[in-house]
């Protein structure tokens, strides 16, 4: 069993920057693909950015956040650049078995408890 843990989250103006952390107990994150997802009220939750053996990025966030894994400290983190304030959200990280599509969130198997990110003046 994998066990995830966001961090990271907060308050940030529009046009700034936050990163979020994962950070996995019980396996590591090399043998997974890892996704991120958000969720904001009353919406459903979307792919926002994926690693395994490549990355891969929803279009609304393309060249504005970057996915990467530490394999040393077993985290995927998610850098997120010029954040808006449609990018307001829940924001979740999960693990799936390597070499399958990154978009679908019933594929995933273990999911962290979320944390808060909040783009606002």
């Known amino acids: 069993q994998v066990q995830l843990v966001e961090s990271g989250g907060g308050l940030v103006q529009p046009g700034g920057s936050l990163r979020l952390s994962c950070a996995a107990s019980?396996?590591?994150?090399?043998?997974?693909?890892t996704g991120w997802f958000r969720q904001a009220p009353g919406k459903e939750r979307e792919f926002v950015a994926g690693?395994?053996?490549?990355?891969n990025y929803a279009d609304s966030v393309k060249g504005r956040f970057t996915v990467s894994r530490d394999n040393a400290k077993n985290t995927v983190d998610l850098q997120m650049n010029s954040l808006k304030p449609e990018d307001t959200a829940v924001y979740y990280c999960?693990?799936?078995?390597?070499?399958?599509?990154?978009?679908?969130?019933?594929?995933?198997?273990?999911w962290g408890q979320g944390t808060q990110v909040t783009v606002s003046s």
């Open positions: 690693i395994g053996w490549t990355t």
């Open positions: 019980g396996r590591t994150f090399s043998n997974y693909n």
């Open positions: 999960a693990v799936k078995p390597l070499g399958s599509s990154y978009h679908l969130a019933s594929t995933y198997f273990s």
